[in-house]
């Protein structure tokens, strides 16, 4: 009877041993392919942040060649939009990888919390099988042993003790050095992000810093509007290569739509920034600017710089580069023969050939190109020709 208690115990034991070491082996696999995936996400981001930062250094160059020179001012402003936006998009870098190891550290915790318990769940299994042994029959592995009835039970005896000691050591040894490999995952993760984090607060003060370049730049161009003769030549620069691209683009959308045909994507158009930071501060139309008179066939929209800027509507990206009078803009086909155009942004969020839906965020405002202070130039477009675009999307003010 008693050996028959033990039979029964032994092979409880067993069936609990297999168990756990099935629970062992799933969490065993997962630190190592975790930590590859960190570093290889982490390298991709410093590698980001380092072809930017090659960048800046040729735009900090061209700031420092026209610094002080008048004749150069929209050439120096140029060079100081450039530099603002890669600056912007250096910390969206860096805030998009401290975002990503924030996630990674929260994992590798749960992962080392599941870990305890496996290890607790199986000291108890353990030390409850050793009870239950004592509990009915007084009976250890030493008692199992030696009470063998013959040399066969015995072996066999021999093998069991034997085979559950090693497997509960084996269990314990993994989920030990399961715990040892996530919690150094972990503490790698960790001083990364802190550098990280270091990274984004000097990141923060580049910005700070170009945007007072930025300051600088418009009391350079309001010291050039005092030279008359300085400031009609570059106004009137900009003027052509406003008018030598609005050519372009309306050839091209009319051009596009015959060819395409595309149907208009439905719905109504939105308006491209929130209310409540934004006001317009030129309508379509007729304007004094600087006490000259223009015709004005854009929407600007006054906002802080860094204000998000969303698609009208759904359709495709056709364009988003940099232009010497528009600075970054954007460039979406709606369909019908209708687009929309964005510019002076600081930095673009969309790329030529994708598609964006109502409201996706394409760029964020700025004052890039021929500009005097941080808004938006928002362009309706219909076959090429630029219409009032407060016709086709109802203003909110």
């Known amino acids: 009877m008693k050996n028959k208690k033990i039979s029964t115990g032994l092979k409880t034991m067993c069936m609990s041993a297999a168990a756990v070491g099935i629970s062992a082996v799933v969490l065993w696999a997962l630190p190592s392919s975790a930590a590859t995936v960190t570093d290889n996400t982490v390298q991709s981001y410093e590698a980001k942040i380092a072809d930017l930062e090659n960048q800046q250094k040729a735009a900090e160059a061209k700031i420092q060649e ?39 550290v929260e994992e590798k915790e749960e992962l080392i ?37 013959d040399l066969s039970s015995f072996l066999t ?54 945007n007072s370049l930025a300051v600088e730049s418009e009391k350079t ?49 939105m308006w491209p920034l929130d209310a409540g930071s934004s006001r317009i501060s030129s309508h379509y139309g007729g304007r004094t600017l600087n006490g000259s008179y223009e015709w004005h066939p854009a929407t600007d929209i006054s906002a802080p710089a860094g204000t998000p800027i969303y698609a009208a509507n759904s359709g495709e990206v ?50 890039t190109g021929y500009s005097f202070g941080n808004h938006l130039h928002f362009e309706m477009r219909v076959n090429g020709e630029r219409v009032d675009a407060e016709q086709y999307v109802q203003s909110p003010y």
């Open 66 to 104: 026209t610094k002080n020179k008048t004749g150069q001012a929209m050439e120096r402003k140029r060079a100081i939009d450039e530099s603002i936006g890669l600056t912007a998009r250096k910390i969206s870098t860096a805030e998009s990888m401290v975002s990503e190891l924030k996630a990674q």
């Open 113 to 149: 919390a599941e870990t305890e318990e496996s290890m607790k769940e199986q000291r108890e299994a353990f030390l409850s099988r050793m009870v239950d042994l004592q509990l009915g029959g007084n009976a250890t592995y030493l008692d199992l042993i030696f009470g063998s009835e």
């Open 157 to 210: 005896h021999m093998d069991y003790v034997s085979s559950i000691l090693t497997r509960d050591k084996t269990i314990i040894a993994e989920l030990n050095e399961s715990k040892r490999v996530i919690n150094e995952a972990k503490s790698e993760i960790e001083a990364s992000l802190v550098r990280q984090e270091e990274v984004l607060t000097q990141l923060e003060s580049d910005k700070n810093y170009y």
């Open 221 to 269: 161009l309001d010291d050039l509007k005092k030279d008359q003769a300085l400031y009609e030549a570059e106004y009137q620069n900009a003027a052509a290569a406003e008018a030598a691209l609005n050519e372009e683009l309306s050839s091209y959308l009319a051009e596009l739509q015959k060819k395409t045909n595309k149907a208009y994507v439905g719905g109504d158009f």
């Open 318 to 367: 056709l364009r988003s580069e940099f232009h010497s009078s528009y600075g970054n803009y954007v460039l979406i086909d709606h369909g019908d023969g209708k687009a929309t155009l964005y510019a002076h942004m600081t930095t673009r969020a969309a790329s030529a050939g994708q598609t964006v839906n109502r409201g996706d965020v394409i760029g964020f405002v700025g004052t």
